[in-house]
Structures are given as structure tokens and as C-alpha cells.
């Protein structure tokens, strides 16, 4: 049996971005170079990323790069809608207090999970 990807896409919304599949090494070139068109008078940055159904170390790298360009201009990143797999693997990688994660109120204990 093979798996395929889900290949990453990238919405512009008024606030940020809407992103839905995979943000792995595939994906993440595109998510980077969204980035680097960012206005910059966004403020605060908002990823929606409720249709997010995996992401790599590839992907915790162009948010950590997000991040930092964020912080240089005082502007705020703030992650909308993470599945719970999604949040896992930023407390894992010890990025949960440099990247804020608004609670979404809507989701159900099972939103995230691995299906």
C-alpha cells in the first residue's frame, strides 16, 4: 500500500492564511516564499491551520523563520484552529512559548485527532 501526499494549500484571508494538507518538505517551499509576500502592515499574523492534516520538521522550520520575522517587526504570529497533532509536535520541538496558539471554541476533544 502506498500513501500519497496531500499537497499543501495556501489561501489568503483577510487576517493571514487559511492552509489545508501536508506541510512537509514538499510543501514548505511554497508556504515560505507566501511568507515573504506578507504585508507588512499584517498585524497579527493569523494561520488558520484547522485543515492541516500533517506537518514535519520542514514545516516547524518555515514557522520558526515566520516567527522571527514577525518578532522583528513587533507584529504578532498567532496559530488558529491547530489540530491537536499539529500542537503536539510544537510542545515537542519546545515551541509552545514563542508561538501562540489561540483556542478555537468550536473544536470537540476529537477535532485533530489521527483518523
Do not use: H, K
Request: net charge negative; hydrophobic share 45%.
Amino acid at each position: 500500500m502506498t500513501l500519497e501526499s496531500v499537497p499543501l494549500g495556501i489561501t489568503v484571508t483577510a487576517r493571514g492564511w487559511a492552509l489545508s494538507g501536508e506541510i512537509d518538505a514538499n510543501g514548505a517551499p511554497a508556504l515560505d516564499s507566501a511568507f515573504e509576500t506578507m504585508p507588512a502592515t499584517m498585524q497579527p499574523v493569523v494561520i488558520d491551520m484547522g485543515e492541516v492534516s500533517f506537518i514535519d520538521s520542514s514545516g516547524l522550520r518555515v514557522l520558526a523563520r515566520l516567527l522571527q520575522r514577525t518578532r522583528e517587526t513587533q507584529r504578532r504570529l498567532i496559530l488558529t484552529r491547530t489540530p491537536s497533532r499539529v500542537t503536539r509536535l510544537i510542545e515537542i520541538a519546545g515551541m509552545t512559548d514563542l508561538i501562540e496558539i489561540e483556542a478555537d471554541p468550536e473544536a470537540s476533544p476529537e477535532a485533530g485527532a489521527p483518523g
